[in-house]
């Protein structure tokens, strides 16, 4: 239940994700992909709104499975996203499309609160990557998620609103669950570029590869 999330020790939600994160740690990306879904499947409705970056009409759609309390995908947003935006969204060769995967209870709480900022989300998802430190390997990781939030505009009282919206909790998860019944997600960061599987850290060298070959494919 949402509201146990305020409960949640420190060291509690470390031996949550611990643990599944040893059994699911990413690896390197497989360049030629691990295997293909159906777009129209990947592209129907979730239980939330998917958040589009860039022209919905861009010939290569991009789908990153992510967790808040992953490294890899901080790691991600932080050294590789910057380019990808700049060289292949933003130039309309692409779209960008991140869905919630959470790993664990913080990572749940921190997707519910940045739906909460509506279509600031990804950038408020984009501050959340850049000082996971600050709140995600804290002995009090709900006071550290409040005061990075407090930047984004959201005040205590709506913090603790969120966290206990148990329609919105169910949401994020149902996310999760499809992503891992539906397309076989275990590990953050997933891609899909046009349906095609890429599972764990991608460089940019490899996206501009992954997406030329998916264009001249169109």
């Not at 990557?129 to 984004?152: S, Y």
């Not at 960061?189 to 992954?210: Q, V």
Request: with cysteine.
């Amino acid at each position: 239940m949402p509201l146990s999330l305020f409960s949640l020790s420190r060291r509690r939600l470390m031996i949550a994700a611990g643990a599944i994160l040893l059994a699911v740690a990413p690896v390197h990306a497989e360049k030629a992909g691990s295997g293909k879904v159906s777009v129209d499947e990947l592209m129907a409705p979730n239980a939330l709104p998917d958040i589009v970056e860039g022209d919905p009409k861009a010939p290569v759609t991009i789908v990153e499975y992510a967790s808040m309390t992953c490294s890899h995908c901080a790691a991600f947003h932080r050294d590789v996203y910057p380019a990808l935006k700049e060289d292949y969204i933003d130039t309309g060769k692409a779209k960008f499309i991140l869905r919630e995967f959470p790993l664990d209870p913080l990572a749940t709480a921190a997707f519910m609160l940045a739906r909460e900022l509506g279509d600031k989300r990804d950038a408020v998802v984009d501050l959340l990557f850049a000082q996971q430190k600050n709140w995600a390997f804290v002995d009090k990781p709900l006071d550290g998620l409040a005061n990075v939030l407090k930047q984004a505009g959201l005040g205590q009282e709506k913090f603790e609103a969120v966290l206990k919206d148990q329609a919105l909790y169910e949401k994020v998860n149902a996310i999760r669950n499809r992503a891992n019944e539906k397309f076989g997600v275990n590990s953050t960061p997933t891609f899909f570029l046009n349906g095609e599987k890429y599972t764990g850290e991608i460089t940019i060298d490899d996206f501009g590869k992954i997406i030329a070959a998916k264009t001249a494919a169109k």
